[in-house]
């Protein structure tokens, strides 16, 4: 049987159980805000991370099967909510940055084309457009060829790597 409930923070969270385990969707519109992560809050005060939203045919989507004994080890079972909360925000620098799933098709350069092999944040500017990626050393770096011309910012405690393009495109040199 399957049963619906509304998300706090929006979206719709639905359950259904298969003996011992539960598959659990959730699904909210998709705001360009950033990133949200859903959480289940027990009526007892357990809370459980269910995972983080990833777009999926115009919307946030999350699917989870877990075992019934993992969600009443977390106080999360058989009565609970589900709350969507906003993760991680693309504003985070002032500006509205979004989740650009193919940011290849921005860039002028096949060459810097060929590079990128995943979504990058963006950012609209009058003069054009700045592309970002979290920078860590355990991943290659999207737009290699590109690393001696982005400037680092810090969000959320994190190293981000920014580079700045003109409107057709092309790599702009940092400012300052």
């Known amino acids: 049987m399957e049963e619906r409930m509304n998300m706090g923070g929006g979206g719709v969270l639905t359950l259904e159980q298969d003996g011992p385990r539960v598959t659990l969707r959730a699904e909210r519109p998709s705001d360009g805000l950033g990133l949200y992560k859903v959480w289940l809050h027990g009526e007892q005060g357990g809370k459980l991370l269910l995972g983080t939203l990833a777009p999926e045919r115009g919307a946030l989507c999350l699917r989870r099967t877990l075992p019934v004994r993992e969600l009443e080890r977390a106080g999360c079972w058989p009565r609970f909510r589900a709350e969507g909360v906003l993760a991680f925000s693309f504003a985070a620098q002032g500006g509205r940055w979004y989740c650009e799933q193919h940011p290849e098709r921005l860039l002028a350069d096949p060459v810097l084309q060929a590079q990128v092999h995943t979504s990058m944040l963006c ?54």
Not at 135 to 148: E, G, K, S, V, Y
Not at 157 to 174: A, I
């Open 123 to 176: 950012q609209k500017e009058a003069s054009g457009f700045s592309l970002a990626a979290p920078f860590r050393t355990d991943r290659a770096i999207p737009l290699a060829a590109l690393f001696c011309l982005a400037r680092v910012e810090r969000w959320d405690g994190r190293p981000h790597l920014v580079w700045r393009f003109d409107q057709e495109g092309r790599p702009k040199m940092p400012e300052g």
